[in-house]
Every structure is written in C-alpha cells, then in structure tokens.
C-alpha cells in the first residue's frame, strides 16, 4: 500500500463505515461497537500517516488525484501538508471520543446517529484533505447534513429553532462561497488549489472570507454559536467547536490567505480589529454566561479570535502558533463539551445557580476540570501557553497593540476558566447536585482522558506542532502565470 | 397528380414508434383482456414498451454522432433528440412500476377498468413528447404539442372519483390550452414573417432578408416563448402548476413534473438555438427575465406551503428558473448545463412525488408536513431517499443536483450575467428552509397521528422505482465525467 492511499482512505474509511452500519440489520450494541472501531482503526491510519509524512520538507504530501469533472479543471485531488496533519489528526481523536460517548450514553436510533457520526468524520476529514476548491466546497457542505439532523434529533427541546438558525447562518456563507469559487475557477481555467494562480479580487476574498468567518464564527457572525452550542448533544457541540469550527478557520489558512495575498493585505487590519473584538467580546460573555455550555461556547468565539489574530498576523511565528493553538483548543474545548454532557447526565441541568460543590468525593471529574481549566486559561508550561505565546509574538511584529489586547484577553480566560471551575466544583452544593451522583466512571475517564492525555503531550512537547507546520502553501508566482485581475 | 411522398427514416423515429405500439397493445388489452388480468397485463406491456424505447433511443444516440435533419426537415435525428428521450423512457420506466400498484388505487373494484387506458395513455404521452424533442418545424412542434398535451390531460382527470382530479384536469385542459393557443399563433406570426416553417429555413430567412428586429417576429418569438414558458411551469406562466400538482393522481404528477419539464427545456434550447440564432440578445434576456421570476416566485411561495405536494409544484417552478438560467447563457456550456441538470433533476423530482405517493396510500388522505411526522423513522427506505431528494433540490453535495446548480452558475458567469449567479445563490438559501422543512417533519417531530393499524401497503414496486431514482440522483454526482460527455455530444448537435 502505497502511502498515498492513506490520504483516500481517511475519507472513505468511515464513510463506508456509516454506509455499513446503515445497511447491516445489526443490534444496539453491534451498531454502536462497530461505530467506535471504525473510529478507533481511523485513528490508527493516521498515526500510520503522521508517521510517514515528512515534515522536513515543505509542499503537497501523499497526494492523489482522479478526474471528477474534467473539462472545467475540477478534480477529485487529495493530499496534505505539514498543519493538515494535525488538523486531520485532531478530527479523527475528538470524533472517536465522540463516538464512543455516544455510544456509552446509549443514543437511541443507534444505526441512524452511528452512521452520522461517521459520515460527519469523512466529510471533515475530508475538507482538511481537499486540494480542489469544488471538492472542498463538496466536503464542506457535506459536513453540514449529518450535523442538522445529529442535531435536530438528538438534540434539546429548542433544538428546530437551532437548527435553521445553524443551517440558514452557514449555508448564506457557504452560497457566498460557491458563487466566488465559480468565479475564480473560471477566471483562473482550474479549481486546483495547488496549482492555481493568485487572485487579486478583493469581492472574491470577501466571499471565501465571509464563509469561513461564520464557520468559525468570528465576530460579527457568531448569531448561530450559543443556540447550536447549547442544544446540540454534548458530544455534538465537541465536534462543533472543537473540529467544525477550525474548519472554518482551516479555509483562512489554506485558501483565503494564499489564494488571496493582495486583498488579504489590504484587509488585514479590519480582519484583525474584528479578530480582536471577538477575543475580548467572547471572553466577556463568556464570563456572563450563566451556565457551563454558555462557557465554553462562548470562549470558543474568542479563541477563534485569537487563531485568526494569528492566521491574519502576516508572520510565520503567528502561523505556527495558530495552528498550535487550533489543535489545543480543539482538544480543550471538545472535553470540556464532553464533561458538560457528563455533568448534567448527573444533575439534568448545566446552570450554575443550580450546580457547585460538586469536587467532593468526585476527585476525578475534580482533576479533569481542573486540568482543563488550568491549561486553557494558559498556565506557563501548558499547550494554548505556548500557542498564545506564539500568536502574541507573531502579531506583535504587525503591530504591537494587537498583541496588548490579546495579553488582556488571556486574563478574561482566566477569569471566566476559574468562573466555570469554582461554579462547578466548589462553591456550597447546588440543588440539583445529589449525593448519590456518581464520579466520572471509567468508560467517561477512557473517553476524555486520552484528549488531556494529548493536551500534556503537547504542553510538554508543542515544538511538535508548531516546528512542522510546513511553510504556508505558496502559490506558484513564476512570471508565465500572471496575478488574475478580477472585477 | 402523383404527390411526392418523402423518404422517411423508419429508424430515426423507432423510439416514438415502439411507445405509440405499446400503446395500442396496452388500449387493445383495455377490451380483450378480463378485468382482473388488465392491470398487470397493461403494466407488463407500459414496461416493456419504455425498455424498448430506451433500446432504440440509446441505439439512435450512439447511431447518430452527426444530426441530421430527415423526414423533410420535419424531424431531428441527432444525440440531442436522443438523450432526451433517454431521459423520458427512463422516467417512463419509473413511472410504470410507481403507477403499477399507485395509479387508481381500487375502491371497491371499479377503478381497476380503466387502468390499461391509464398506460395506454401514459405511454402515449411519452410517444408524443419524444416526438417533441425532436421537432424540426413549427407543424412538427404543435402537433406533438397537443399530442402529449390532451394525453396529459385526460391522465389529470382520470381518477375521477376523487375530486381534486377532475378538478385538476380540467384546469390544465383550459390553462394547458392558452398556452397552446399562444405557441399556435407565435408559430403563425413567425411563419408570416420568414415565410417558412422549418427552424432552420428560419434562421435562414432571417439572416438573408435582414428580418431581425422585425415587428411581426418579434412578437412571435415572444409568444412562441410564452407558451413554453406554459409547458415548463415557469413563473409568470406558472399558475396552473401548483393546482393541477395537488389535484392529479400522484403517479401522473410524478411523471409530469419530470418529463414535460424535459421535453420542454430541450425543444426550448434547439428551438431558440436553430431558428433564432440572431435574436439571441432578446430570448437570453426574455428567459433571464423569466428565470429570475420562477426562481423569485417559485421560492417565496413554496416556503408558505403545507400540502408537500403543492410546496414540490413551487420547487419544480424554481426548478425551471435554475435550469432557465443555463438556457438563457446561450451557449454550449449552457447548453450542457441544463441537459446535465435534467438528469438528477427528474429523478430527483420523480422520485420526490413517488415517496409522497406511498404516503398518501397508506394514509388515505392528502400528504401535509403535519402527518408527515414520523415517516423516516416508520419507513427507512423511503425517509432516506426522500432527505436524499430534499438535500440535493437544495443543491448539497448529496446528489447530481449539486454539480447541476454549479454547471448552470458556471454558465452564467461564462456569459458575463455575474448577477444571475447571485439571484441563484440567494434562491437556493431561501429554498433550503422548505426543503428541510420536509426533513424535519420526517424526523424531528414525534408522530403525531396514529395510523389506521396494520402494516403497510405492499408497494415492492414503489421501492424500485424510487431506488432507481435515488441511483440516479446520487450517482450523478460521481459519474459527472461520463454524464457530462453525453451531455456535451448531445449539445453539440445543436451549438
């Protein structure tokens, strides 16, 4: 098997998974077993990938392409680069945690929602994959089913009004996308993201921008977080924020930011002052909000803030950290979701006035969550430190009050970190809080301890990341290909 | 006086021929064959008569890599005729299996007398429109017109113990027949202009008399449009659409929101393309115009909509100003566009109505989103090709719908309208919210009704027509390669 498969089969993996556990006439059980073994053996084929991508060497690896539809360019290219691995890696651990706590939860409709998940994991892993834009516009949207109906039906009681709200959000920015990838492509004679020349339309990057910017969501288009956060399953709202999300910010990185060097540039300060104001905002209403997934939603917007600070920092320092940054994040906040869930399985409910006191005689919910908090509110020596750390620097170079405002919204992390930990744990008991409720059980420790588990490696080892990221894909700006001038 | 007949290519029109025999065998079984025997008998024969159309229609597409005019002029042998009656004998199929157990369900024995009138006449339906796609004069045209039109609405009418049929029938027959009525009389000013009848010898007349801009033609080219506009349910020659949708048997709906939408794009495309190759500037405007309107109305109605198959009559009416928009680029990737969109377009819209007619069946009553509830969940086969058919007429990437809605923006862009593209873009996020209005009254509501008890009806047959529709709309999103090179060889008949 040559290496280059691999890259084919992280997408087709699982969704031949969700075809399998829709067609067999299996049990509960079966489905659900199967589920997490298709996850488990997706996560081993990337370890098998990360193991065999060079990082030495910058450029496109383990590529493949087919033709899709060849006369307008469009193409069925695959392959990934030094951050899609990690980007890649991220998705394949957050969904198999997700799956497996869907699993032990015990969803009922086991063979729709089990396949859904797995669909959902081919679709993103797939978005991090794609080197054609029609394919990744395919893999993106394609992302959205699964995840209407994961939340429409599994969800909480206001889940319809979340749904069309989540959906109508994304899909104008999707649409938006659709219409600037039909242009540039026809301008530039491919879709190939590799092989494309450089645009300098300023409408075009706007469109690409404005998709990816709801995805994420970056201030202003943050309407649909705290609805879908809050209503979605617990394991839902993990993938949501914890992979969904980067892959909005993911399109910055791979398309918006090299495809569009000119109108990039030209709009820097704007996506940065935006940037900026989603840090500190977030943080703040992350600090009022009145319950645990309120949180961690809403601190979610402002560390898509902060990512984008570093994306759009225009320096290599804040690239790497951004992509430090989105794979720590993606583990924090995915086991954050995942502890709301196992929280209010315990007390039916995740508002603070009702929760505290919940660290006695639950010692390990107690270190996980302080784990998390600890490391998420940028402890010195801890993964989102060194990726903050990176970013401050990196947009420092642009300018320095960037960086100032970011250092503040490290302390709004902290408070709103130590809010949601105190609200939790300590504090006098709450009402809904029983004594009979049970500690994290071991099947719920198998599930989120392997995330933190990923989050000490990378506090003890971020160079990891952020030493191979690979340079940012470069366009090929030889004389023969000229920058296209778009209206 | 010896009059000169002129040679005629039995070969070229076998695919019309082989339906018009099935359908005289299937009305001959109307009288021979004893009443219990008529249905599967008529089936049998509507079946075998769509396999041999397809056969002879696939046959003549490969036979014919460079079109021809024969029988006169009268008649088009060429890989744009016979795609597009590939396309209708495969809807024919579908529809055949989906009326087998579907079309004039029995009340208590009587329906059963007409069914092999029922095929008889869906099979000369098919017969007259793939006479349509073919039609390389104005004569041609309108007799193929009525031909399939009066097949058409003796088919809404037929089941007329239930009353929004006739009802439905009726409506057609009168609005049916103004558009007819206008089609006629832009035939006559066109003719009164150029002095011919045939397409080409149009284009030709106008060329060598300098005829563009005339008054007389112009106004025949804007009712010829009008009355295509009629036959592709396109606003604002929509009104007939949601009515007759609701009223006419389902199976019927079915068939006619596919196939006429079909005959009607394609005779449309080599209609303007051959005759009127010089007034391009005013046609691609006028169906522009026009598309822009189907997109606008079609949408905001539909989203108001609670009976599904009223709201799916208001989706096929955007529908057309999608597929409009590839028309009006006047071009051959425009060309190609639409040709590929009809192709999940069909199945997609004739697998759609087949999933509401099992639900009606089993609920005796008209489909509405409210006792829609809990149908995926009951029926898996069907709620997963009905999300299917929903996400891909909004334009995901779950089906052939998808590269459909890209093809025809791509063509716009090509021919510098940047702002149809938008317009399309805004229309389908307005259409999403209907289209999953569907998915969630399937899903995401507890049923709500409790059914009369007792399994439901057996409709194997139902299955595989949907199935074939569900290969088809996904499928096309894989196979866009080899799809787009049929459709490519067919326009370049006409471009």
């Known amino acids: 098997m040559s290496t280059a498969h691999l890259t084919s089969i992280l997408i087709w993996l699982p969704i031949a998974g969700a075809l399998a556990v829709w067609l067999l006439p299996l049990s509960k059980y079966a489905t659900g077993s199967l589920a997490v073994l298709v996850s488990l053996i997706e996560v081993g084929f990337w370890i098998e990938q990360a193991s065999r991508f060079d990082f030495h060497q910058s450029g496109l690896q383990m ?62 892993v797939g978005v991090f994959e794609s080197q054609d834009l029609i394919l990744f516009y395919a893999f993106f949207e394609a992302m959205l089913i699964p995840l209407y109906i994961l939340i429409g039906v599994w969800g909480g009681a ?63 288009f943050h309407g649909w977080l705290p609805d879908s956060y809050r209503e979605a399953p617990p394991e839902i709202s993990a993938v949501l924020s914890g992979v969904i999300a980067k892959a909005g910010l993911y399109g910055m990185l791979r398309i918006a930011i090299p495809l569009f060097p000119e109108p990039a540039s030209f709009y820097r300060t704007a996506i940065l002052a935006l940037a900026a104001t989603a840090l500190v905002y977030g943080s703040l209403l992350a600090f009022r909000a009145p319950d645990f997934r309120g949180v961690v939603a809403y601190s979610s917007l402002a560390q898509s803030g902060l990512i984008t600070l570093g994306l759009f920092a225009g320096t290599s320092l804040g690239l790497s950290g951004a992509v430090l940054q989105m794979v720590a994040h993606g583990l924090v906040s995915a086991s954050l979701f995942l502890l709301a869930g196992v929280v209010e399985r315990r007390t039916t409910t995740g508002e603070f006035r009702l929760l505290g006191g919940m660290a006695r005689g639950r010692p390990a919910l107690a270190t ?83 995330l933190v588990a990923g989050l000490l490696l990378l506090s003890a080892w971020p160079a990891a990341i952020s030493h191979n990221v690979g340079p940012s894909p470069k366009q090929p700006t030889s004389s023969s290909s000229a920058p296209l001038t778009l209206p | 006086m010896t009059i000169h007949t002129p040679h005629i290519d039995w070969f070229a029109l076998s695919t019309i021929l082989v339906l018009l025999a099935a359908s005289f065998v299937s009305l001959l079984g109307a009288v021979l064959v004893p009443a219990p025997r008529r249905r599967t008998f008529s089936a049998i024969v ?24 024969v029988v006169s002029g009268a008649f088009y042998r060429d890989r744009w005729t016979a795609l597009a009656q590939i396309i209708l004998c495969g809807v024919g199929l579908a529809t055949t299996l989906l009326s087998w157990e579907h079309a004039l369900p029995q009340r208590g024995g009587r329906n059963d007398d007409h069914i092999a009138e029922f095929f008889a006449l869906l099979l000369a339906s098919a017969a007259g429109m793939a006479f349509f ?285 940047a702002w149809l593209v938008v317009v399309g873009v805004l229309a389908t996020l307005v259409s999403l919210y209907y289209y999953l209005g569907v998915v969630r009254a399937m899903y995401m509501r507890g049923p709500q009704l409790a059914l009369a008890g007792g399994s439901p009806p057996r409709d194997r047959f139902l299955h595989v027509a949907v199935g074939m529709a569900l290969v088809v709309s996904v499928g096309s999103l894989f196979a866009v390669a080899p799809l787009i090179d049929l459709a490519r060889n067919a326009a370049s008949a006409v471009f």
């Not at chain 1, 300018?399 to 100032?404: D, G």
Request: charged content about 10%.
């Open chain 2, 46 to 69: 509507s079946k075998l008569g769509f396999l041999g159309g397809l056969v002879t229609s696939i046959w003549l597409y490969v036979d014919s890599p460079h079109g021809e005019a």
């Open chain 2, 133 to 417: 796609v073919g039609a390389g004069n104005l004569m041609v045209l309108f007799l193929s017109l009525e031909w399939f039109s009066i097949a058409l609405y003796v088919m809404c009418a037929i089941d007329y113990d239930v009353e929004g049929s006739l009802e439905a029938g009726l409506k057609y027959l009168i609005v049916g027949s103004f558009g007819s009525a206008a089609l006629l009389f832009g035939s006559a000013l066109v003719y009164g202009a150029t002095g011919t009848i045939s397409f080409s010898g149009i284009a030709t007349a106008i060329g060598a008399h300098g005829l563009s801009g005339d008054a007389l033609l112009v106004v025949g080219i804007a009712l010829l449009v009008a009355g295509l506009g009629f036959k592709m349910s396109a606003a604002p020659f929509h009104m007939w659409t949601p009515d007759v949708y609701e009223g006419a048997p389902t199976p019927v709906t079915a068939w006619m929101s596919a196939a006429t939408k079909v005959a009607a794009l394609v005779l449309a495309m080599r209609l303007m393309q051959t005759a009127f190759p010089l007034e391009r500037h005013l046609w691609s405007v006028a169906f522009a115009v026009i598309a822009v309107a189907s997109l606008v109305i079609g949408n905001l109605t539909a989203l108001v909509q609670t009976n599904v198959k009223r709201m799916l009559a208001y989706s096929s009416i955007s529908h057309a100003g999608f597929m409009l928009i590839g028309l009006s680029a006047g071009t051959a990737l425009g060309g190609r566009a639409v040709m590929y969109y009809l192709i999940p377009y069909s199945a997609m819209a004739f697998g759609s109505f087949a999933v509401v007619a099992a639900r009606e069946r089993e609920l005796g009553k008209p489909v509405t989103l409210e006792n829609l509830a809990g149908f995926g969940w009951e029926r898996p086969f069907l709620g997963v090709a009905m999300w299917l058919f929903m996400f891909g007429f909004a334009g995901l990437p779950v089906g052939g719908g998808f590269v459909g809605k890209f093809y025809v923006f791509a063509a716009a862009y090509d021919a510098g309208r």
């Open chain 1, 368 to 450: 996980l969550l302080m784990t998390l908090g600890v490391i998420s509110l940028a402890v010195p020596g801890s993964a989102n430190f060194a990726g903050e750390f990176l970013i401050l620097a990196g947009v420092f170079q642009q300018a320095w009050w960037w960086a100032v405002i970011g250092a503040g919204a490290i302390v709004l992390a902290a408070m709103y970190m130590l809010r949601l930990i105190s609200g939790v744990l300590h504090e006098a008991r709450g009402s809904t809080v029983a004594d009979e409720a049970m500690d994290v059980r071991p099947a719920e420790l198998a599930l989120v301890a392997p």
């Open chain 1, 63 to 124: 590529s493949e392409q087919a033709k899709w539809f060849g006369e307008l360019g469009i193409s069925y290219h695959v392959g990934v680069y030094g951050f899609s691995v990690w980007l890649v890696g991220l998705t394949v651990v957050v969904t198999a945690a997700c799956t497996g706590y869907g699993f032990w939860v015990g969803r009922d409709r086991p063979r729709a929602y089990f396949g859904l998940m797995l669909l959902l994991t081919g679709a993103t």
């Open chain 1, 158 to 220: 206001r889940r319809i009004e979340a749904t069309v709200k989540f959906v109508i959000y994304t899909m104008a920015g999707s649409l938006l996308m659709l219409a600037a990838i039909v242009a540039y492509g026809l301008h530039a004679g491919t879709f190939d993201l590799v092989n494309g020349p450089t645009s300098a339309s300023r409408w075009l990057f706007l469109g690409f921008m404005i998709a990816f910017a709801i995805k994420a969501p970056l201030f202003p």
